[in-house]
């Protein structure tokens, strides 16, 4: 499986501020996705993130809040920009194996607003 | 949104029992993976089954799936206290991209 770090490992923010989460895979891989985590809560998919191509937003999150980049097939970054308290969560970076269809998950950048 | 719901929420057994957990969903899918998360730690996958599939067996852990029910489970035999964990099942969708989608989770507490 895909050993995968995230930068930062947790973050205290301000208000109005924005954030950039790391993501680092140690192989190859197209496909990259960004969930978020809320307190107490399940996973839910922010987006897809293959390299080559404009990310694709699930229903609720837009670019504007979230712009991702995606520049090789081991990076990728998400921001969380002009951050509300409503954005503390844990952000999780994820890929999925190509032959065995596997998703694997990053430690989490947990994030909190004040 | 999530795809997936999980009964039951949360479900406390002594050691040494076996705990099942349910997973039902909405649409069809290519594939479901199960996934345990120790409080506040990350996720460890623990088993994926494809559609084509009816049961997986992985150590302790044994995984079904119906597809004409939409449902999946997972039995955990002879849990253990180190079992203690949320469970999640995710189901694997390829429509124009594919895309993993969670369920809300079972909490397993497990008694020593």
């Known amino acids: 499986s895909a050993v995968i770090s995230q930068k930062p490992s947790r973050d205290i923010c301000q208000r109005g501020t924005s954030l950039t989460i790391q993501c680092q895979v140690d192989?190859?891989?197209?496909?990259m996705f960004w969930y978020r985590q809320q307190p107490g809560q399940s996973l839910t998919l922010i987006a897809t993130?293959?390299?080559?191509?404009?990310?694709?937003?699930e229903s609720g999150f837009v670019i504007d809040k979230f712009p991702i980049s995606r520049p090789n097939l081991t990076f990728s970054t998400l921001t969380v920009s002009n951050m509300s308290p409503e954005d503390s969560s844990i952000y999780l970076c994820?890929?999925?194996?190509?032959?065995?269809?596997?998703?694997?998950f990053g430690p989490g950048t947990r994030l909190t607003v004040t | 949104s999530q795809q997936g719901e999980e009964d039951p929420q949360a479900l406390s057994i002594q050691e040494g029992e076996n705990a099942t957990m349910n997973c039902s969903y909405k649409?069809?899918?290519?594939?479901l993976q199960w996934y345990r998360q120790n409080s506040g730690r990350g996720l460890v996958h623990l088993i994926l089954?494809?559609?084509?599939?009816r049961e997986k067996h992985s150590g302790r852990l044994r995984v079904t799936l119906d597809t004409s029910k939409k449902s999946s489970s997972l039995l955990i035999t002879a849990s253990r206290a180190a079992d203690t964990a949320s469970y999640f099942c995710?189901?694997?969708?390829?429509?124009?991209?594919?895309?993993?989608?969670f369920g809300a989770g079972t909490r397993l507490f497990v008694k020593a």
């Open positions: 993130a293959n390299q080559g191509s404009e990310a694709t937003y």
């Open positions: 995710a189901t694997g969708r390829n429509t124009g991209g594919f895309k993993t989608i």
């Open positions: 089954i494809r559609s084509n599939e």
């Open positions: 649409t069809s899918i290519n594939n």
């Open positions: 192989s190859q891989v197209t496909m």
């Open positions: 994820s890929v999925q194996d190509r032959a065995s269809y596997e998703q694997y």
